[in-house]
């Protein structure tokens, strides 16, 4: 079953991306995506554009209603996302341990839903 | 009462919950089987307690006390259940003998046969460790399911379905016979080694599960070497704990930072709990039934002499993990191995080691990355090294490990 993997981050590891030289930020990430892929579990993701650079949208009442930014306002935002095949929850979470945000920020499990998916695509 | 004298009250209960639950929980359970409702019945009576003993005192036996109780709420909730015959012995037995136990402060330890109904084969070798931290220890789902990284939720419904297992599925609480001991040991030991977690640390390699729980591995290997003082491989497994437990201090830097077996400082590891290890070590020697736990722990053994020595005998080192590979060769040994060698004679042959296990097997196995990125990156094979510790890099869990891997990297 696929499982998503959604990295949160604070605006201090949003910040560190900035650094272009091979730093632990990128090193760390680099090597959590070589070993996915070596794995055979790696299905898809990517990472997500700084939290300022997002824009809600939503119609209240009939209208457009904008909002610069995303719409939580919490100290952790979302910053990726990783899509892996797997076998069980159990295996998603570790993976998920492993994963460089874990230490840093945080990592949701989620499983997709191939039945709703299905409903939508057929 | 005064505030303080209730606090001493409260701070007593929780004393005596801690030491007497795993006794209480396996006399009740070795009767009726059930485990989830000795557990029950034994919460209520700490319940009770906690207004009980304030108001009246402390009772002179606190833990007949604590039993009598649970017994009462057993015997209720039986009642309650308007139970079928079978279950009559059960209750008779709860019933007899009722006054004299109350007196009694002895009464029949059966943590030794809760341990093995634990690690029974029938139970998924999964669970084991969980329903042992649980039913001896007491500890909750929640506390569990966060060292063996699954949701409290699904933690607390597989501990319900392997007690209702223990209870429905006809596992007897008894001490293996003679014959089965040997094998139905080994699970007991392996189940209180994955508390542990700490499967291997001569380099970067750790076994994540259960990392949070090393005190209550210790203290579930004291338990059983005390009730089993006779087995070389119990104290084996303790020694080779303690041994890593000396350690504690000496793994991490001031800034935190992860530092290997053979860049601590043994003047950090604690002297104590070194010689309690090679106490037990001998004493388990002279038994003459040498196994695993033994062979692991002599080698942390040599790692320690460090302290006296100044050097590392790698070549007594290799001579044990030969023997060790003998009978346990898992991954985590031969990986062990393959370091040693490299050490004692050279990265080319330590290399030759690590080509021998099945590639397949090691995809996912941090160690061997580890020891792969180290030995190709002394023998100036840098691209590979690189790539060895990528992959080593990828599947770390703990944060201190992984930035130590990405400065060795480069």
Known sequence: MQFALLIYESPEAFATRKNDKIDSYTGA???????????????????????????????TEGRRRVQDGPYADTKEQLGGFTILELPSLDAALDWAARCPAASYGAVEVRPLTPELRRRITE | MSGTGQDDTHRRIERVARESYGRLVAYLSAHTRDVASAEDAFSDALVKALTAWPRDGLPQNPEAW??????????????????????????????????????????????????????HPA????????????????LDAARIAGAFLVSPKTMGQRLVRAKTKIRDGGIQFEVPPESELPQRLDA????????????????VGADQRGRDLTEEAIWLARVLLQLMPREAEVRGLLALMLHCEARRTARRGQDGRYVPLSEQDPKLWSLPLIEEAEGHLAEAFKNGRFGRFQLEAAIQSVHAERARSGRIEWEAIVRFYEQLIRISPTLGTQAGYAAAV??????????????????????????????????????????????????????TEDPAVKEFLLQRRG
């Open chain 2, 342 to 395: 490299a050490e004692a004679k050279g990265p080319e042959a330590g290399l030759a080691v690590l080509d021998g296990i099945d590639l397949k097997a090691v995809s996912g196995y941090q160690p061997y990355w580890a020891v792969r990125g180290h030995l190709l990156q002394r023998l100036g094979r840098t691209p590979e090294a690189k790539d060895a510790y990528d992959r080593a890099i990828g599947l």
């Open chain 2, 123 to 138: 139970i998924d070798p999964a669970m084991h460790t969980p329903l042992m931290l649980q039913t001896v220890l007491g």
């Open chain 2, 188 to 203: 007991v030991l392996e189940a209180i080694y994955a508390a542990f977690g700490i499967g291997w640390d001569d380099m």
């Open chain 2, 66 to 119: 604590l039993l009598t109780t649970a017994r009462h709420a057993i015997i209720d909730h039986v009642r309650h259940q308007q139970v079928v015959l079978a279950s009559e012995p059960t209750l008779m037995l709860l019933r007899e003998g009722q006054e004299e136990m109350a007196l009694s402060v002895e009464f029949p330890d059966e943590r030794l046969k809760l341990l093995f109904v634990c690690a």
């Open chain 1, 29 to 59: 990430w680099r090597a959590y995506y070589k070993a996915l892929v070596e794995a055979g579990i790696f299905v898809g993701g990517d990472p997500l554009e700084v939290p300022e650079t997002g824009t809600t949208v939503r119609l």
